[in-house]
T-cell receptor
Framework: GAVVSQHPSRVICKSGTSVKIECRSL??????MFWYRQFPKQSLMLMAT?????????EQGVEKDKFLINHASLTLSTLTVTSAHPEDSSFYIC????????????FGPGTRLLVL | QQPVQSPQAVILREGEDAVINCSSS?????VHWYRQKHGEAPVFLMI?????EQKGHEKISASFNEKKQQSSLYLTASQLSYSGTYFC????????????FGTGTSLTVIP
């Protein structure tokens, strides 16, 4: 159990375009989903936390107008990178946690974004 | 908010032991440990919920010292499959809703 899918796994786009990444919890309802960004050889940096039906909570320094997060249902969250630039190239990973207090993270396989 | 891990990197020969430390400047109510292989998402190893708790998973165990705001991961008789980057993680002390990962420790096991 506790499977999270993420799509696409890899995307290459031109500078200035927008890219949407989907994160789905396949066999459980995720009250909270998290979006992380990871640069090579670095840790996972939390970008935002989203709860179903409410606005996402963004971490300091993360532009909410650039990284649009929608958490429309208990099993789906989307991250849209708007007007992507080469510096947005990174590994984006979502995770979901089950209802309850443990906050154990179940990760999607990640999306590698390359902006040319 | 980000916990600090030490060492940053370690190289072991098969069969050797290692300790990875995770230290936070803020109160820890729970500590999670994850392992990430190159190019893959992190995989959950274990969670420690209260001070002094120790948990084990085969030859990988961990301890949690709530007073010192620290946790340690112990890998004994390391295997090649243990190679990867290990992260501790913890929910935000203030809101409990966010989750922060430590700085990471790269572990390489060689034959």
């Amino acid at each position: 159990g506790a499977v999270v899918s993420q799509h696409p796994s890899r995307v290459i786009c031109k500078s200035g375009t927008s890219v949407k990444i989907e994160c789905r919890s396949l066999d459980f309802q995720a009250t909270t989903m998290f979006w992380y960004r990871q640069f090579p050889k670095q840790s996972l940096m939390l970008m935002a936390t989203s709860n179903e039906g409410s606005k996402a909570t963004y971490e300091q320094g993360v532009e909410k107008d650039k990284f649009l997060i929608n958490h429309a249902s208990l099993t789906l969250s989307t991250l849209t990178v708007t007007s992507a630039h080469p510096e947005d190239s990174s590994f984006y990973i979502c995770s979901a946690s089950m209802p309850g207090g443990l906050k154990t993270q179940y990760f999607g396989p990640g999306t590698r974004l390359l902006v040319l | 908010q980000q916990p600090v891990q030490s060492p940053q990197a370690v190289i072991l020969r098969e069969g050797e032991d290692a300790v990875i430390n995770c230290s936070s400047s803020k109160a820890l109510y729970s500590v999670h440990w994850y392992r990430q292989k190159h190019g893959e998402a992190p995989v959950f190893l274990m969670i420690l919920l209260k001070g002094g708790e120790q948990k084990g998973h085969e030859k990988i165990s961990a301890s949690f010292n709530e007073k010192k705001q620290q946790s340690s991961l112990y890998l004994t008789a390391s295997q090649l499959s243990y190679s990867g980057t290990y992260f501790c993680g913890t929910p935000s002390a203030s809101t409990g809703n966010q989750f922060y990962f430590g700085t990471g420790t790269s572990l390489t096991v060689i034959p």
